[in-house]
């Protein structure tokens, strides 16, 4: 073997070694003590973990106006290994997003932890508020401030380790519309009150837990981002603005100390237009102990029963006349009083009315007289019929915080037989306005009885679901729905109401309820409700009108009846209603 | 034949042949090598510039729909019903009253009906592009497959057959 070829052998010799000792070490890293580390390690540089909240379904109108969406705002937290001054991020913060300088300066001072490099400083700010951040960072990055401090060794200043992250939060482009309906949504992402806690689970949508790939090889496996589905109401934008306003007039006129008004589709049960107050800005929801101090409900049409009085007497009568135990021309004698149970029935005015027919008691609104009906239809079949128009349960209306009221029973421990009589006349019987309107519905739709809703369609995946109109039941018939709503308009006519509404013939009863107390009906204060349903051949609206506690007159109707007209008038504009005449005319053509 | 066999031989003596032959060999290898590198490499790249621009897309995406959500509340909020009776008003609007509507018939309306809020439908996916099991299998897998069916087919109608 020559010189060359023994270099070539030791070349080759050293080659295989130098290759061998590599080949050994990986081996011995992949298997060693500190592989598993090493593999966690890599882990997460291959990618991360998280859990995809989905945008938040939107809230429209029955026309696409929407009056639930969303918009951009901003988390800002910091990566801690990256943070050169503390001070300057506590600064900057205070100063454009104002937050608490002593509060940012601890957080931002933290040492990195292996597992808590990242920590949330604020959320939920707005764009207007990032845009000046930034202003102020590039400003920062530019060199053009010094730190004030004379030590050498202090760091200069520097928004270094600053994150800014976009999401989407809930806003409400119509701020107090509709509120009492729609609710609101928290922080967190929880529904309260209204359609957004009803249909929270709906409208939020599921929570996707994935894994982010940084490696580019795997972006294929990378999901897209989850949607809650989108509601559409049945509430019309206008109406409810219509409604809205006429409502905080009527209680500024009245002197009340809340209201609510009530209006559906009797044919179909889609509520249109609802309002109560108080109302607050959706979009400071976290003003809402203010706005709703103690125990005030949220929305009083679905979660305040009360008293409703005389409005209860169409129940009363509808009973009277579908057991045929009264007929519309059935005779009685007023004579002022009327004795049931032990107790003593009086009028409103303590007067005796003297002979009537079924007319002149709804016209007159005499508690003699539907007590009499009442002891007449007898208890067992009374309650019946009560039960029949759902009072007592739930209506099933899909907005939450619905209460059922009350309506005792024969059998019940506080039921007397006296309470037959006050029933009758709406008094010992208490019931939300939803309620009222869900049993009166009856009366204005041929005896059937629907369920409201607030919800006219769903839209998920790209598919809008119509729902359907629910039927709650029929507890009259045609024929006693007919007669008691031509005698109810005739008694408005009769009446001269201030409840009518010109070119259209109306229906409806006033009520004047007094509010009871601890020591009984002592406090002189009422209730004043209207209810009302149009045009009488082909009812398009029901209107229910509830005035707490009036100052100008205790009368549903002096304070009420006039604002059911004022509402029907803009309703048969919004909802393009012809008048009665124009309507007979095309259809006898 | 004597003749060629001394050049044979003569080939085979001279040592500076066997070094060139043996170079001439390493250099082939590692040509070879240099390539099957180069062209891995430039696969490689290839695939992580277009799944980096995938995510950069991914990432467009998130924006737009933040966008598109921004954009939808702020025209929202440019009509709210408040909004809208504002600038009536200053256009000298007023709402309207029943003594001033004229209401004519027309065949065949059936008056406002509300909308379809559903996006609209979205064009058919595209069919996923499908490859011949030639451009994503190895050899290996090719020579296992081959094995598989043939020998284990025929091992099997064999064994059923007897």
Redesign the interface.
Known sequence: MNGSSRRLYFMSISFVFAALIILGRIIFIQNGPQAEPLKEQSSTYRGFPQEIQPTRGEIYDRWGNLLAGNTTVYEIGVELQHVKNPETIALALSVYTGADFGEIYQIASQEPAPDAVYAVLQDFVSPEKITQLEEFKQQVDAGAYVSATKDENAAPPSLDGLVITPHLARTYPEDDLASNILGFVSREGKGYFGVEEKYNDLLAGRIKKVYYANNPYEVSSMPSPPVGASLVLTIDREVQDSVQQILERAIETSGSTSGTIVVIHPQTGEILALASTPRMNLNEFWSYSEVFPGSTPFNRAVSQAYEPGSVFKVLTMAAGFDSGAVKPNTSFLDTGVFQIGGIYIQNWNMGAWGPQDMLGCMQHSLNVCLAWVASEIGAKTFYEYMQDFGLGRLTGVDIAGETPGRLKLPGDGDWYEADLGTNSFGQGVSATPMQMVTAISALANDGKMVTPHVVRAVIDQGHQYDITPQIAGMPISKETARAMTNLLAISLEKESSSALVPGYRVAGKTGTAEIPSPAGYTSGATNASFVGWGPVDDPQFLIYIWLEKPTTSPWGSVVAAPVFSEVAQRLVILMDIPPDDVRTAQTSN | MRNAQQLILAYADAPWRKQLQFIGLFSLALVMLALLASLYLIVSAQ??????E??NM?YT??DL???N??L??M???V????VM?QRAEELGLQ??Q?EQ?V?L?VEGYS??Q??????P??PAPLPAPSYSPEFSQSLIDWFIEQAGVVDLNALLSEVTRR
């Open positions: 695939a992580t510039t277009y799944g980096r995938i995510q991914q995406i998130k729909q933040r966008q959500a921004d939808q509340a025209l929202a909020h009509s709210s019903a408040d009776e709402p309207a029943p509507i209401y018939a008056g406002r509300p909308p379809n809020l559903a996006p439908a979205q």
